[in-house]
Each structure stands twice: as structure tokens, then as C-alpha cells.
């Protein structure tokens, strides 16, 4: 097996001819203090944010003295955050909010945080991809400096070529476009990229000579991953990461046993989501960044809301990288019962997604007087008969431990799917009724 190119890489950024653990976490806390100094200079946020707290620190384990930084705080005043003037920005990304009302953050980036993006995907997506490989992006590509336009321009760098297709909306336009292509790797979104071997318009087409895909923008639940690799002869790989981030974060190497972080760029702890307190390394907590490099905003200790862990142990690719475990739900994700029960929408993942006819489902929570109930409604790559429907349901008694504790009852309806694919851009959640 081989080691990550991301260690290499990293090297190189920390101006080292070899990466021991020692000299990454020398590195990474010298540009803690300048990314402190920086932001304490030039950003009124942290001006405030940062007031009466340590002006320097002694290690890495001093930056949980300093306070966290929340989506809330970037909605109420993004321009707070600049570090740069204005006219120094490249580009702004604005995120909207999961509910219907409420103020969308604003994040932005300079030619300089653009430039880092680029040589991160250049590098990771290396992990699995050639010179000469030809790359079908099922990521947003309109707008120049989207996640999937930086893509292409990376790959170009590494001698493949990125084609800029966008998400998918229609199976068979995508898959003509993959085989005229001659497409051999392909990024997307996971439902998105499980529609183009399950939807009644794949049966029209041969196996696709895919090689590799990697999954983004949402938790990879690993029955897709299965059901991709059977229907394809292709290994799936899982990528990491949101725009405050800087688009990138960590990418799986070819153990595929968690992510290898852009540790020259980002520094990653693991939180009690409680009490905000470290955890020990193998400790599940939730996910907070501090950038490393970034010019126009950077953000110290930002709570992701993702749930994840480091895995103790060395990677059998042998990097002295930390490896972080696959993130399967959110801190708001995962929704309690009572009882000491809780559900989430990856648990039902893994149930629902082992079934091949099913596209993708919703699922809604609802608190009657009978007690809660969970309705999950599939979309289907056929007619919603009984024999379709009611494996699901059994699987999800037998399978989901809310439910088979009796704390949880369900329901489960269906419909033939008419679209071409589920949607690629929001998270996917279970949707809760007041």
C-alpha cells in the first residue's frame, strides 16, 4: 500500500525534507501564531473575540482556552471577519440556511485561499486518479471558482481532464455524456451518483468502465459505496469537507479507513459537543477547524456540527497523518427519543440503501399523542408494490434500535421515481414536525 500523497505534500508546504508527527505539530502551531497575529490585527471580530484571552501560545493543546467561532457569529456580520480590504476578495460563496428564514453566511476567499484549494484537489484527488484519466464532475461547475470548476482546474495540473458536466438532472443525458466522454473516474454527490446505476434509464446502458469515484458534499453511508462498487468495477473513495473550510478538508487514502487531513492547512479537534472540552483521540466529539494559511477569513476553532473521531492506531498506508473517521451525522442530526434512545438519518441509511430498487427516500418525525413516529417515504426505480415496500419496513423494525425497542414506531409509503436524480445539493436529513 501506499503512502497518502498527502505527507509529501505537506512536507514540502512545512519546508521539510521528511514528516515526522513532531515537526507537523511544530509547523502547525508556529502558523498558529501568526494566523492569531494576523487575525487579532486586521479582523474587528476577532479584535473583540479574542479580548482578554492569551496573545500567544506555549502548544497546541493552549488553543482550547480560546473561544469557539459559530455559523451564528459569520451570519450576524461576515464582513467582521476580513482580513483583507474588499477589493482583495476573489470570491464570495453564500451558504443558506437549513430553514426557511434566516440570515445566509457569507464566505470569502482570496486569489491567494483559491490558489490553496487548487493544489489541495490537485493533490488528493492524485490518491486515485492518473495522468490522462478522464474525470466527469457531477458538482456545480457554472460559476468560475465553484468546488467543481477549481476541480477541473486542478486536474488539468496533473495532466487529466476534467469534464464539466454539473449536477445530474437527467440519468440518461449523464451517462451519454459519461460513455462519449470516455469518463473513467467520476465526483459526485452519493445519492446523485447511486442513480446512475439504479434508475430505470441506467438499464439502457452497458457497465461503465468507471475506475474510480470519489463521493462529496454529504456522509457517505457505506451501502452506497457497496452498491456502486458491485454495479461498477470501481473502487469509491470518500472526500471531506465544507466551504468554510476552504472546500477541501480530507480524502481518503487507499486503506479508505477515514480521511488524511490537509493538516498544513487546517488544525482539527474533537470536542465534547456538551461541554466544548477535548476528547481523547478514539473518542467520537464534534469536529472544529482552525485554518492554517488562509488570507481574506480566517476562522479560529469553528464548530462544524459534524461528529467524527480520530482513529488511534498507524494508517497501513503508513503516513504519520492523523486519520479521521468517516462522518455519518451531525450534532443536530441526531435527534433524541426519550429513554436513552436517539435516531439519525445515516442509521436509516444503511437500512434503506441496501435495497436496490430504492433512489433515495425522505424521512419526517412526528410527535402525536401516540408517541413519535417516523415516516419514511422511498423513491423508487420501479412501481411501489407490497414486495418493495415491506422489506423495508422490516428491516427498519428489525435493524433500527429505536424502533425495535418499541420507542419508535414507523410507517413506510413509496412512489415510482419520474426525475432524473435526487437533488445535489442539500444535506440530507430527517425532517422533524413541531
Known amino acids: 500500500m501506499h503512502l497518502t500523497p498527502l505527507e509529501p505534500w505537506i512536507a514540502r508546504k512545512a519546508g521539510l525534507e521528511r514528516l515526522t508527527r ?6 502547525q502551531l508556529a502558523r498558529l501564531q501568526e494566523t492569531l497575529r494576523l487575525v487579532r490585527e486586521r479582523s474587528p471580530f476577532y479584535r473583540q473575540h479574542l479580548a482578554g484571552c492569551p496573545t500567544t501560545l506555549g502548544s497546541l493543546a493552549d488553543l482550547s482556552a480560546l473561544p469557539f467561532t459559530t455559523a451564528d457569529d459569520i451570519r450576524q456580520n461576515p464582513l467582521r471577519f476580513l482580513c483583507v480590504s474588499q477589493s482583495e476578495v476573489e470570491r464570495v460563496v453564500t451558504l443558506p440556511t437549513s ?8 464566505i470569502f476567499f482570496s486569489r491567494a485561499d483559491q490558489e490553496l484549494t487548487l493544489d489541495f484537489f490537485h493533490i488528493g484527488m492524485s490518491t486515485f486518479t492518473r495522468p490522462g484519466d478522464r474525470v466527469l464532475i457531477l458538482l456545480p461547475v457554472a460559476r468560475r471558482g465553484s468546488v467543481g470548476d477549481l476541480l477541473a482546474d486542478a486536474l488539468e495540473r496533473m495532466g487529466a481532464h476534467g469534464i464539466r458536466h454539473g449536477p445530474v438532472q437527467d440519468v440518461a443525458e449523464t451517462l451519454t455524456t459519461l460513455f462519449d466522454e470516455g469518463a473513467n473516474v467520476v465526483v459526485g454527490v452519493p445519492t446523485q451518483v447511486l442513480a446512475l446505476v439504479r434508475a430505470p434509464a441506467a438499464r439502457r446502458f452497458p457497465t461503465a468502465p468507471i475506475e474510480s469515484v470519489l463521493l462529496s458534499m454529504d456522509h457517505v453511508p457505506a451501502s452506497i459505496v457497496s452498491a456502486l462498487e458491485q454495479a461498477w468495477p470501481c ?45 481523547p483521540d478514539g473518542q467520537p466529539g464534534e469536529v472544529v477547524f482552525t485554518t492554517l494559511t488562509r488570507h481574506a477569513m480566517p476562522l479560529l476553532r469553528y464548530r462544524t456540527g459534524d461528529i467524527s473521531r480520530f482513529l488511534p492506531g498507524a494508517c497501513p498506508c503508513g503516513t504519520c497523518l492523523k486519520t479521521l473517521a468517516h462522518v455519518r451525522s451531525r450534532v443536530r442530526g441526531i435527534i433524541p427519543l426519550g429513554a436513552g434512545t436517539s435516531i439519525s438519518i445515516a442509521e436509516l441509511d444503511e437500512v434503506i440503501f441496501r435495497f436496490d430498487k ?4 425522505t424521512a419526517t418525525l412526528s410527535r402525536a399523542d401516540g408517541g413519535p413516529r417516523l415516516s419514511v417515504h422511498l423513491h423508487l426505480a420501479a412501481p411501489p408494490e407490497e414486495a418493495l415496500i415491506d422489506p423495508v419496513r422490516v428491516a427498519l423494525v428489525e435493524e433500527v434500535r429505536a424502533v425495535r425497542s418499541g420507542a419508535l414506531a414507523v410507517s413506510v409509503t413509496g412512489e415510482q421515481s419520474t426525475g432524473g436524480a435526487p437533488p445535489g445539493h442539500a444535506k440530507r436529513r430527517i425532517g422533524v414536525e413541531p
Open 22 to 27: 513532531a515537526e507537523l505539530e511544530a509547523y
Open 99 to 106: 430553514g426557511t428564514t434566516g440570515t445566509p453566511k457569507r
Open 235 to 279: 473502487t469509491v473513495y470518500n472526500h471531506y469537507g465544507m466551504t468554510e473550510m476552504g472546500l477541501g478538508g480530507g480524502v481518503d487514502c487507499e486503506a479508505r479507513r477515514g480521511y488524511h487531513l490537509r493538516e498544513a492547512d487546517l488544525y482539527v479537534e474533537i470536542v465534547d459537543p456538551q461541554t466544548g472540552e477535548p476528547v
Open 358 to 361: 430504492v433512489l433515495d427516500f
